[in-house]
């Protein structure tokens, strides 16, 4: 009998955003070109204070371990962005981690034992089931509605979903996949809730800034009072809010003694966060709000674009989202993976192609999403353009096949 | 009342190799010179190659993530470096990690559900207990004779260890902290083992090729049949072979297709690992032969010239390894954490001291290496010379104290 492997490695989830990879690989090697609309990596240039960092790095022969916690003057430089954002924290009260990633990891084993639960509010973002598989904790679902523009449902939906093994209520605003900024009195709700049953609240935070026609996004943080504070835990990453994803740049913010005393000794374990990576973006963090500023113009041009070349081409209403740059889609297709694999394999329109993630990844509860579909609008306007055609086409043609 | 953590994240261990670094600080801000002996952090400059490919990125103005399993020159050039070491696998045997860390807190989840045991020889490296409890499983240790230069014991104090929530062997070799080098007939002991009980081997590699005295480190999976590499996960990392502690790459080896199915699912989830690190140390890989031994020849002048001036100082035999670059040293000292921690902020010696590692944190069993100290020796010649005095004094010094 062959060697078992744990429970929670057989069930691993594979990443929706990136499990059809190798289909758009071999695409590409057939000559195709790939629209790549399933995953939020923009092409714009990261800021100049990066790059300049970054050339100023040429000399280096030697790349020593840094600080456990995080540079000194990364943790000053966010402690001051933070501070722009309304949340007043000491540098004491950040650890740097590996992208938002790490941070969701040591979250979810911070506040769960194995089996314990984390209610978070399904379409979400779909790598959460996978942090908390890795720690064996589970993420409880509950779906928000699209007529209802993906805001949370009633108290009493949400009160009806908690039970003795919830730990924590994980948001994550603007929201990735759907693009909703939640409202103040959402977040004034969610911290009533975890008030009442005691709960962690963990606030992914990464799209925060990135923000649409006027609207504002809001850190939870800045609502709550001094001791509710000490049961929220920021996810915070510069992958989208510079685009620097690759830079694995993120942090997680706490003012809770116990809690930052657990991240202390779980981030000792694993020494350090990138030495070179953390050299070259904290000179950026200064400056954060102008460039942040600047790209979400460009990213709302991009939606209107792509959304209106849609709405137009599928002759439906689209949802239309305030914040990050993800919107989900309802699609007249039964199963929308089998759909997204096609577009790669057998479909191209001039020797082109694009690439979606099903949308049933961003749901827990089985058999939900599977007719939707997550789109990133992070292309140029032209190519957006053309995606959104390339997409419209696809539609027709296989629904021509069914 | 306030909110809980995760029973975990209250056992969470502190890295005995960092814990003190606050007193080191404060030493350092009295302006006293520290000697670190606590951490395996070279002085030895990086492979030239890694320096050229840095001067190579200053122009990079975009910063996309990589593939999650890792860039193709990365894991093609790790390859050709295995199949130097005699391991021959294929890239897609290969996932690359953020560093050594990384590998092994996904080879804990992969082998273990909550609750299940790893069975390691302590002294060990002090965080494999950390990444344990991470996934919420345990080491369970098993102890190694100083007066056996701290080989394994014998087969039947090994079988005596095991029981049903037992997973996996883990084997670090060359051995941090006791700089031993396991032989081919102990590989062939561990493997045995393994096969009769049906359990993994995770065989922690980060030192491979560091050896002195013509002594030759031998990888497991050389020595294991086609089937029975499929319980060998091997955990790799360039920190040391290359000195590039910070720029936290590794990477897991396996040729079990369950394995590597959940090992890149988790891979997917965290996306990927720093693109600049990936791009700056491939091409080091090609030469690596050259550059470790150069510098493994360097560790040995090192140890010598370190431990020669400690056995002398000390009057005592010390276990002077065959790799790595770690030794214990037993000390006529109660509780050394307490003398480790004296050293910084009550000793000093002619405006300088030592900072070490305390043995206990390198034992899961309660008590053990209460009067141990871990030591690198890693900094030159000259500086090593001077710590062993500062060293020896302190000891004197302490021990008048007493």
């Known amino acids: 009998m062959g060697i078992k492997i744990s429970k929670r490695a057989m069930i691993a989830p594979a990443s929706p955003i990136r499990k059809l990879s190798i289909y758009a690989d071999e695409a590409k090697k057939k000559g195709i070109k790939v629209y790549h609309l399933n995953i939020g990596q923009p092409d714009l240039k990261a800021p100049k204070e990066i ?6 790095c040429s000399k280096i022969d030697y790349l020593p371990y840094e600080q456990s916690q995080g540079t000194k003057e990364l943790l000053l430089a966010w402690r001051d962005y933070l ?14 981690t590996s992208g938002g990633s790490e941070g969701l990891i040591l979250a979810s084993a911070i506040v769960c034992n194995p089996g314990e639960e984390i209610l978070a ?13 890795l720690v064996s904790a589970k993420i409880s679902p509950l779906e928000l509605d699209a007529k209802n523009d993906y805001h949370l449902p009633s108290e009493e939906k949400i009160l009806a979903k908690i039970n003795p093994k919830t730990r924590a209520i994980l948001l994550n605003n603007p ?9 103040e009195k959402e977040l004034k709700l969610i911290l009533k809730i975890a ?10 935070e990464a799209y925060g800034g990135i923000c649409f026609d006027g609207c504002k996004s809001r850190s939870i943080f800045t609502l709550a009072s001094e001791k509710d504070k000490e049961r929220i835990i920021i996810i915070d990453s510069l992958s989208k809010k510079f685009n620097v994803c690759g830079a694995r740049i993120g942090a997680i913010i706490s003012t809770n003694k116990d809690v930052l005393y657990a991240l ?23 400056k954060s709000r102008e460039y942040i500023k600047k790209i979400t113009k460009e990213y709302e041009i991009r939606r209107n674009a792509f959304l209106g070349e849609l709405e137009i081409g599928l002759k439906a209403k689209i949802h239309y989202p305030n914040g990050a740059f993800y919107t989900m889609i309802k699609l007249p297709i039964k199963d929308a993976e089998v759909f997204a694999k096609w577009l790669l394999t057998d479909f191209s329109l001039g020797g082109e192609t694009v690439m979606v993630a ?4 961003f749901y827990a509860t089985k058999g939900k999403g599977r007719d939707e579909i997550r789109v990133a609008f992070v292309l140029n306007k032209t190519d957006l353009k053309r995606a959104a055609n390339i997409l419209i086409k696809g539609i027709e043609e296989y629904l021509k096949l069914m």
């Open 51 to 56: 790059c300049s960092s970054l050339s100023k």
């Open 83 to 96: 501070e722009t954002e309304g949340i007043n924290v000491l540098p004491e009260n950040i650890l740097i």
């Open 121 to 133: 509010f399904e379409p979400f973002y779909a790598n959460y089931l996978g942090f908390a598989n």
């Open 175 to 183: 929201n990735n996949p759907t693009g909703t900024v939640f409202t």
């Open 195 to 204: 008030q009442k049953f005691n709960l962690f609240i963990i606030s992914d």
């Open 264 to 286: 202390n000794c779980f981030a000792q374990q694993r020494l350090s966060v990138s030495t070179l990576d953390q050299k070259i973006v904290y000179s950026a963090l200064k």
């Open 358 to 361: 099903p949308g049933s990844g």
